[in-house]
């Protein structure tokens, strides 16, 4: 039966295992460069080792090569590539900062040729064995939901999985019957409080590792401060939205990192110009379009145009299609490597929008939503942004009840550091096509029924 505490150890020795395969990787590539190693060059490396491991450490964690339950054999090899790209201009720029130059670079990139070979089929070995073992995971929900998580869940835990499922108004003596023979637990979004925190504890009683899909009632209660009134706990359950010192400090990162990106990026700026201008001459570069940003004020995105001119002069306001017939030639690649949204560079410098935060929708969307999902309206509590962790937690043709709990998580748990893991982690984004992939025509318009949180 799988535990918590077997995660646990499971992860710490994943993460020690791919340290190792980093250290090695160093102490391999200096064999290789070196036929007598000089101690100037081995001191240099000592020196810089701790900061080598940290630096391993800090990636392995962000892009969690510890886990591959999750992930196909290209995420993994996207997942170890850039993480160990990563790692090595890091570490390039930390030699230099430490005036180790006695670390000769060939070492360095010699290193991260063994790092991607290492950590790479250790991931695919762990997969393959992790693949031959079965196990089951108990759904208790309502059968709307449990219909929709069931290819999820194969693909979460695996195709050996097998599926238990229990309804809601089953009887809580048989739900615990069935949960001491299963490894996993996961709880429908509408569920009582009272029926959730009693499968819960017993879950866990026995050992089980529980995922709770969230309503709006247990985003609300994350980070809630505990406190007291005279004698009596109490829970304080703070507003939506970001203090007026995560503001500030927010706003002066967005200015300094958006000025520095449109100057760096500047060269790629006139060259997709120019490209775009070669594929469709009479068109224009830029594609302007009405988007609502914080607290529902609207103002005016830029793209660069991927879409035939006048793309929704018949049609109206709908969302693209997975082979879309309005997009360009230049359209499909800037799409899918997401440089389409470079321009939105300058809605961050204006202060329309921020690197990261919930994506901007058009009205008619949004009112669409709002109809549907009654708490929509709190992700415009903040400003949107270029990236947000639906995007790099979601795909394109995510339900939109899902990306709202990630926005919503993400407003709730804010932090300068969460903004910062999102954006390393959007690397990956632009190298998964499943994530900037067309809405699939059967999900064009989805039922209201499907769209809806059940909050």
Not at 51 to 61: D, M, R
Not at 230 to 238: E, H, I, L, S, Y
Not at 275 to 289: E, R
């Amino acid at each position: 039966m799988s535990s918590v505490t077997n995660q646990r150890s499971q992860k710490l020795i994943l993460i020690f295992i791919d340290l190792a395969f980093i250290f090695l990787s160093y102490i391999l590539a200096f064999r290789i460069r070196f036929e007598n190693i000089e101690h100037r060059n081995w001191d240099a490396f000592l020196s810089l080792s701790p900061w080598i491991l940290l630096i391993g450490l800090f990636f392995v964690t962000m892009y969690e090569l510890y886990t591959v339950d999750r992930k196909s054999k290209w995420d993994i090899v996207r997942h170890v590539i850039i993480a160990s790209t990563l790692m090595m201009l890091i570490t390039m720029a930390a030699s230099f900062l430490f005036r180790e130059f006695a670390l000769p670079r060939s070492v360095i990139l010699i290193a991260y040729i063994f790092i991607n070979i290492f950590l790479i089929c250790c991931k695919l070995v762990i997969m393959q064995l992790l693949s031959i073992k079965s196990g089951i995971v108990f759904f208790v929900g309502d059968i709307e939901e449990k219909q929709k998580i069931v290819e999820q869940l194969k693909f979460q835990f695996g195709k050996r999985m097998k599926v238990k499922y229990s309804s809601s108004e089953e009887s809580l003596d048989r739900i615990y019957q069935t949960l001491q023979y299963v490894d996993y637990v996961i709880i429908g979004s509408n569920i009582s409080s009272e029926v959730k925190s009693k499968i819960i504890f017993e879950s866990v009683k026995n050992q089980k590792i529980v995922y709770v899909i969230p309503d709006f009632y247990d985003l609300l209660l994350s980070q809630s401060i505990i406190t007291t009134i005279d004698d009596t706990m109490a829970m304080a359950v703070k507003p939506f939205g970001l203090s007026l010192g995560q503001q500030l400090v927010k706003r002066l990162y967005d200015i300094v990192a958006s000025f520095i990106a449109l100057v760096v990026l500047s060269p790629l700026f006139l060259l997709i110009s120019i490209i775009i201008k070669l594929d469709d001459p009479t068109g224009s570069i830029l594609y302007k379009q009405k988007r609502l940003g914080k607290y529902n004020k609207e103002f005016t995105i830029y793209k660069f145009r991927s879409m035939v001119e006048g793309a929704e002069k018949n049609t109206g306001p709908i969302l693209a299609g997975e082979n879309d017939p309005r997009i360009t030639r230049v359209g499909h690649f800037i799409r899918r490597t997401r440089i389409d949204e470079l321009p939105q560079l300058f809605n961050v410098l204006k202060g329309d929008m921020s690197i990261v935060g919930p994506r901007p929708e058009r009205a008619y969307f949004t009112e669409q939503f709002e109809k549907d999902l009654k708490y929509y309206s709190y992700r415009n509590t903040v400003k949107p942004g270029i990236t947000g962790y639906a995007q790099i937690m979601g795909k394109y043709t995510t339900s939109v009840d899902d990306k709202l709990r990630f926005d919503l998580f993400y407003i709730r748990n804010y932090s300068f550091l969460l903004d910062i893991i999102i954006q390393f982690r959007t690397l990956i984004v632009l190298f998964d096509k499943s994530k900037s992939e067309g809405r699939k025509e059967r999900e064009n318009i989805e039922p209201k029924k499907q769209r809806s949180l059940h909050y």
